[in-house]
């Protein structure tokens, strides 16, 4: 293994390397600082009720787990980061398994983890033609597992719902590990991660403001096209300057394709979140577990970065290359 | 195409630890790959430690629901009925282990069913509708119960009549209780001590038993009850002799 592939798997003393990780991990601690307050004035003010003011604190110290469950791995570098990623693909995973039903047909269920451990390792061993034979070869592979138990009835539906579960958490998810072979890898994680998150709570505080005309009434009745369009207009500026400072001389250092990669984040995050909520409301269902409390599920959480992933990989990819320079198959491609 | 038919886990909207001590959980890849790994550990040590002998394993229905009921007076019991299940048995195997005991705590609950797939049964205040929720469990789910119907150990070995919450699970139905006799667990593993002696455990299984006409109602359980209690009886007397 080469030096800079170890001080990017295993280097924390780079942590702080970019001025943009720096200002984003202490935006992120001055919020939780600020967070209690908060609470206490707009709960005091509102005189809400106990119920409302518990849930509120659980939230708040949920999301201080999930902040370090975040931060420390990014930080720490890109061999935890993408071990992250991949334990994020398979709670993500085992939630959609469990609350589609598909998590009873053992033989799909466990090829779609296999998938995403082969995702983990493709990521890991910056080894891209890998990561992207895996797609179609576990889509055959579902298909053939499939037939294992010689039951037509359901086979459309159980290979189905494998297929989704893997292009969703295995292929589309694991994008992000395959961001953190770039060298710079940290300010842009944090910032997407960021900017998807804020997208949430800039839509819900829009919405309340602003919102009037409903968006999708049947998919999910409290988005407003206010919300949406709120989320659109903070987040853009929000993820174009960030980008410029993690991109600054490059080929996406433009004005409009930034501002460009702010739209995809706000839109296709907006997506994501709605995505689930129809995978809900089709199964009759608010919540897809009990796992955060405050939050409900690991993916009523993390559900608008599923689609953001591979939306903001490509594109950057396209504009000016992931991984640059990097050692590819580091681990694949030692010579005996 | 067929109507969609698969259904969100029955366990869906409980937290962690109510998902635990619930009789609707259902487990997942990685449970039943830890249920698996727990057996086969325990099958190797009751085959080492104990030299536990199975009569009548051809009797065992090929798959569920079934319910196998067994004289109760050591915690070693639940675990030699587990081990003495094939494989292919185990991924529905449910030991109904005393609430009070076993799901006490976070920590026991966790262990109970994650590692033993154990279900609870409150037996201060357990009403009808757990019986009747492990009733429809054991239907729907095809699920293998493993229970003592003498409702706790015994303390001196000896066997103590059967209560009639066994019929309450199969009265009226034609899921089969399989009667198995037990003997030398107690001699191993009596109340008062806690580390197992290697004494010989002996396993004999019985024909399955069925109460398709027998009365759902107090006096259909109480026969269905005392029909097994008799086999049980003489079956473990069988392993006794044996």
Redesign the interface.
């Known amino acids: 293994m080469s030096e800079i592939t170890r001080e990017r798997l295993f280097g924390f003393r780079h942590a702080f390397d970019d001025p943009v990780t720096i200002v984003l991990t202490l935006t992120a601690l001055t919020l939780f600082l600020l967070a209690p307050v908060l609470i206490l004035v707009a709960t005091r003010a509102a005189n809400s009720t106990s119920d409302k003011r518990k849930e509120l604190w659980d939230r708040y110290r949920s999301w201080i787990w999930l902040a370090l469950f975040i931060l420390i791995p990014v930080l720490a570098g890109a061999f935890w980061t993408i071990f992250a990623v991949a334990t994020l693909s398979f709670l993500c995973y ?1 939630e959609y ?8 047909e ?1 033989t799909i ?2 090829i779609v ?1 296999i998938g995403i451990l082969f995702i983990a390792f493709a990521a890991l061993d910056n080894w891209y033609r890998l990561y992207v034979a895996l797609f179609p070869l576990t889509v055959a592979l579902i298909a053939i597992g499939g037939l294992i138990p010689d039951q037509p ?2 086979y ?3 290979v189905g ?1 494998g297929v989704l579960g893997f292009a969703l958490f295995g292929s589309a998810l694991g994008n992000l590990g395959n961001m953190a072979n770039d060298w710079n890898y940290r300010p842009i994680l944090l910032l997407i991660i960021f900017a998807v998150e804020l997208n949430d709570i800039f839509a819900y505080i829009c919405g309340h403001l602003f919102g009037h005309r409903k968006f999708v009434p049947n998919t999910s009745p409290n988005k407003t096209v206010g919300g949406a369009l709120g989320a659109i207009a903070l987040t853009t500026p929000l993820v174009a300057v960030g980008g410029h400072f993690i991109w600054s001389g490059t080929a996406l250092d433009t004005p409009v394709r930034l501002l460009g990669l702010g739209i995809i984040v706000s839109i296709v995050g907006q997506f994501g979140d709605l995505m689930l909520s129809s995978i809900k409301r089709d ?1 009759g ?1 608010k ?1 897809t ?3 955060i409390p405050g939050h409900g599920g690991i993916l009523d959480r993390f559900d608008s970065l599923i689609l953001v992933a591979p939306a903001v990989f490509h594109y950057v990819n396209y504009v000016v290359g992931f991984a640059v320079g990097q050692p590819q198959q580091i681990f694949s491609g030692w010579q005996i | 195409m067929e109507p969609w038919d698969l259904q969100p886990a029955h366990d869906t909207g409980l937290t962690p630890s109510e998902r635990f001590r619930s009789v609707r959980r259902e487990s997942g890849l990685l449970e039943s790959l830890a249920h698996q790994v727990c057996f086969s550990l325990l099958r190797s040590y009751f085959a080492i430690g104990h030299r536990l002998t199975i009569v009548g394993r051809e009797k065992l229905p090929t798959h569920g629901p079934f319910v196998l009921a067994a004289n109760h007076c050591s915690h070693l019991d639940a675990l030699a009925l587990g081990a003495a299940l094939t494989p292919r048995h185990r991924e529905r195997a449910f030991p109904v282990a005393a609430g009070d005991v076993f799901f006490q705590t976070r920590v026991t609950s966790t262990f109970s069913a994650i590692m033993l797939n154990a279900l609870p049964m409150w037996r201060k205040n357990c009403g009808p509708h757990a019986l009747a929720d492990l009733r429809r469990k054991l239907q729907e789910e095809r699920a293998i119960f493993i229970i003592f119907p003498e409702g706790g150990r015994s303390r001196n070995g000896s066997m103590m009549p059967f209560k009639h919450g066994l019929g309450m699970l199969v009265a009226e139905t034609n899921v089969p209780v399989v009667p198995c006799g037990l003997t030398g667990t107690f001699e191993a593993l009596p109340p008062e001590r806690n580390i197992p002696r290697p004494v010989v455990i002996t396993l004999t299984i019985g024909d399955p038993l069925q109460f398709p006409l027998t009365a759902n109602d107090r006096t259909g359980w109480s026969e269905v009850a005392a029909s097994v209690e008799s086999r049980v009886r003489d079956l473990a007397g069988q392993s006794r002799a044996a």
């Open positions: 085992r398994a469990r609350i589609t039903g598909l998590f009873r053992r269920s466990l983890v009835k359901g459309i539906q159980r719902l199964l269902l919540d577990s009990k796992l």
